[in-house]
C-alpha cells in the first residue's frame, strides 16, 4: 500500500474526523469558560476580597529598567487559570456522566432481548423430568 493511499484512509477515517471536531469544539468551549471565569465570577469574588483583581496580582522579582520588562511571578494569572481548569474540568465530567448514563440504559435496552418460548422439544423434555420427580 502506498504511502499517500495509507495517510488518506487514516484521514478519512471517522475516528479521526470525530477527534478533529471535538478539539475544535474543545477549544471554543474553552475560551467560552474563560471568559465566564474571568468576566463573571472572578470580579465578584475579588469584590468580596477587598475589590482584588487576580490578574493583577505578581510578585517582582526585578523591577523594570533601561526599557527592560520587569521579572514578576505572576500568580494571579494562576489563581485564575486554575479556577478556568476547575470549572472547564467540572463541566466536562458532567458532560461525560450524562453520556455514560445514555450509554447504560442504550446497553440495557439491548442486553434484555425477548425471552423466545421454549420449544416443543423443551416442552417435552420438561413434562418427562417432571413425570419422573413425581414417582
Request: hydrophobic fraction near 55%; proline fraction near 4%; charged fraction near 25%.
Amino acid at each position: 500500500m502506498s504511502f499517500l493511499k495509507e495517510f488518506k484512509e487514516f484521514a478519512v477515517r471517522g475516528n479521526v474526523i470525530d477527534m478533529a471536531v471535538g478539539i475544535i469544539i474543545g477549544a471554543s468551549f474553552g475560551k467560552v469558560v474563560s471568559s465566564v471565569v474571568s468576566d463573571i465570577i472572578m470580579p465578584p469574588i475579588g469584590m468580596l476580597i477587598g475589590g482584588m483583581d487576580f490578574s493583577k496580582l505578581a510578585i517582582t522579582l526585578k523591577a523594570a529598567s533601561d526599557g527592560a520588562a520587569p521579572v514578576v511571578i505572576a500568580y494571579g494569572k494562576f489563581i485564575q487559570t486554575t479556577v478556568d481548569f476547575t470549572i472547564i474540568a467540572f463541566a466536562i465530567f458532567m458532560m461525560i456522566k450524562a453520556i455514560n448514563v445514555l450509554k447504560r440504559e442504550e446497553a440495557v435496552k439491548e442486553e434484555a432481548p425477548a425471552e423466545a418460548p421454549p420449544t416443543k422439544e423443551e416442552l417435552l423434555l420438561t413434562e418427562i423430568r417432571d413425570l419422573l420427580k413425581n414417582r
